[in-house]
């Protein structure tokens, strides 16, 4: 399986860690709220899974990439 990750803009509180773990990924916008970098690379699963369970308002929402649900990162 492979996984897309995006930032929920609304419920990010710019605790910055997925910024600091993967810059080439994350990144602040003018408000200082996490976006992904247009054209990132994609991040290995376990990696995305182990990433959106540490943010702390559970702002990284996980997608499958092929069929586009959302995927429960508690759960996999
Ligand atoms: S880890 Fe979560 S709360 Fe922190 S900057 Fe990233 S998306 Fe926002």
Redesign the pocket.
């Known amino acids: 399986m492979s996984y897309r990750i995006e930032?929920d803009g609304e419920i990010?509180?710019?605790?910055?860690?997925?910024?600091a773990e993967h810059p080439e990924v994350?990144r602040f916008d003018d408000d200082e709220?996490?976006e992904t970098v247009p054209g990132a690379p994609t991040l290995p699963d376990d990696v995305t899974l182990r990433l959106a369970r540490?943010?702390?308002?559970s702002?990284?929402l996980v997608f499958d990439a092929q069929t586009g649900d959302e995927v429960d990162v508690f759960a996999s």
């Not at 990010?12 to 910024?19: A, F, H, Q, T």
């Not at 540490?54 to 308002?57: E, G, K, L, N």
Request: proline residues 6%; hydrophobic residues 45%.
């Open positions: 930032v990010c509180i710019s605790s910055g860690r997925c910024v994350f709220v996490a540490s943010c702390p308002s702002a990284l």
